[in-house]
């Protein structure tokens, strides 16, 4: 009897040590069955006449010394090619409903310049205009996904553009566009129906924008090959009403999608939101905190358009994510320029996972914004290029892009710190046309490695082998002078079991698995 406590005792103390020591563990299940596609488009980007974005970003000067199309830097178009980006969202933002097409095509010389009143009041020469952004979306071999002015611009001027871009007729505007070098129609088909109309882009109320919108819509037309998939400008993070009153009163067939916009806030204040690079474990936990709003966001805003929209035909297009930390030091405060940390790594592979979970709803997405500007894949300075942990996790997960959502059931332990908790592991997972199963997980806890035994249903396979993203800080980064600080490693932590899948995720780090 003394004997068998004495066990007993002995088997919970090995089991506290397991838990508290030597990491914690969790379970996972994995179906195959699902009719969903996780649309490449959640992958998506965004590219605003904002800092160093476009200009110094994607379109430097005649002078630099780097390989160039026209003034597209092409280091900057392979990196991008390499992860597939699926389509790039321009020129706004808020600079969206401040711009005004006609000033941005013919001879650059003669092209208009205007201040750009929300990004640092510099002068912006128009240079880069709609025939530039084509050439870089066609570089890129990305959809172009063009964002027009509702707040300041008129329904004939957004009208016009559309017929620009998209006509083969022979009238005025459409010789025009031939008379500018492109003789073929473009075929945009991606359209924003203005930018955060609740603030930026006009202030209005819900109510009256829904008018707007179906206004602007109604003139906003469909050329041959190029049907317009039209997005209304949507709700600013939690504002419910909004979405309500825009599925209530815009009818579902004449919009493509309903436009999100949620950033993560170290602080979750505007006012002073937090440092890139120097933040404690308390304010990491915070960012993350944050962070995972977005699912409780997608599930309500969905939760909204399932009751207008029940068979799903409206996509909920979140076209303006990432984090927003205070700029860096001594740069324009307007230019939102922001390093980036192995934190935004995981907030990325954090978000990317509750998109591909609620692919059934989010058919679109934008990091803001690509270079240079918040939440970069790709920092320049001058000719020097450096890629951002957040770049690597998009090259891991371009496996899900349009392959099959598998739906998941996660049961893994907490992070807890200061007696607040947030689940420690999430994960996503899908199935591509040749069969491979794809598996993310993230573990957002920066001293426990956990390991996450995995079960499957109607899914066969035999090999395992995976990439893992992470660095002995969250705080790390990859600067100019050391620019592969965090790169992509290959990953030995998993294991097969039986039929079984055993993986330890070491602490503060992204996996993904291949299982063929
Ligand atoms: O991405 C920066 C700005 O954030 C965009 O211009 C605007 O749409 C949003 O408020």
Known sequence: MKKKTLTCLGALALCVITMRGFGQTGTLNISGDSKTTISKHIYGQFAEHLGHGIYGGFWVDKSLPVKKQDRIRLDVVEALKKIKIPNLRWPGGCFADEYHWRDGIGPAAQRPRMVNTNWGGVTEDNSFGTHEFLELCSLLKCEPYVAGNVGSGTVDEMSKWIEYLNSNSTSTVVKERVKNGHPEPYKVSFWGVGNESWGCGGNMTPQFYADQFKRYASFAKDYPGAKLKKIASGPNADDYNWTEVCMKNIPAHMMYGLSLHYYTIPTGSWGKKGSATAFTEGEYFNTMVNCLKMEELVTKHSAIMDKYDPEKHVALVV????????????????????????????????????????????????????????????????????????????????VHQDAKYLPIKLDAPDYEVDGKKIPAVNASASQDAAGKVHISLVNLDIHKPITITTGFSDIKWTNVSGQILTSANVTNINTFQDPDKIHLSNFTGAKKDGDKLVVTLPAKSVVTLELN
């Open 319 to 398: 076209d303006e994510w990432g984090v927003w930390t205070d700029p860096e030091p001594g740069t324009n405060p307007g230019f939102l320029y922001q390093q980036n940390s192995l934190r935004d790594a995981l907030i990325a592979a954090t978000t990317l996972n509750i998109f591909n979970n609620h692919s059934d709803r989010v058919k679109m997405a934008a990091l803001a914004q690509t270079i240079n500007v918040l939440q970069s894949l790709i920092l320049t300075d001058k000719e020097k290029m450096v890629l951002t942990p957040t770049y690597y996790i998009f090259d891991m997960y371009k």
